[in-house]
């Protein structure tokens, strides 16, 4: 199995920049891919960024040229890069890794609130 812990969450002032820390435990070979999401109140939780298990990345088009993922050299730690950030990007940022045993499971962190406030 695999657990993931979300980190870094904070309040950030308007064009201000954070980095996300999701470290995963268990299982990290079987890792396939691990993503970011972010679920705003009052909405539908969206996928912000993914990174697969041979370092191909992608991110979202609401976020594309000021976030970006990345991970370790260690693969156990995956990060979101946050810049010039926006009231909108307000919300709990989740990560979220999907893993191969047999089949393919997911697992979720707890969540690590973002608020982007003046």
């Known amino acids: 199995q695999v657990q993931v812990v979300e980190s870094g969450g904070a309040l950030v002032q308007p064009g201000g920049s954070l980095r996300l820390s999701c470290v995963a435990s268990g299982s990290i070979g079987s890792i396939h891919s691990v993503a970011w999401y972010r679920q705003a109140a009052g909405k539908a939780r969206e996928l912000v960024a993914d990174?697969?298990?041979?370092?191909?990345?992608a991110v979202a088009t609401s976020v594309a040229g000021r976030f970006a993922i990345s991970r370790d050299k260690n693969g156990n730690t995956v990060y979101l890069q946050m810049n010039s950030l926006k009231l909108e990007d307000t919300a709990v940022y989740y990560c979220?890794?999907?893993?191969?045993?047999?089949?393919?499971?997911?697992?979720w962190g707890q969540g690590t609130q973002v608020t982007v406030s003046s």
């Open positions: 990174i697969t298990r041979g370092g191909g990345t």
């Open positions: 979220n890794a999907r893993y191969i045993t047999d089949i393919m499971y997911e697992t």
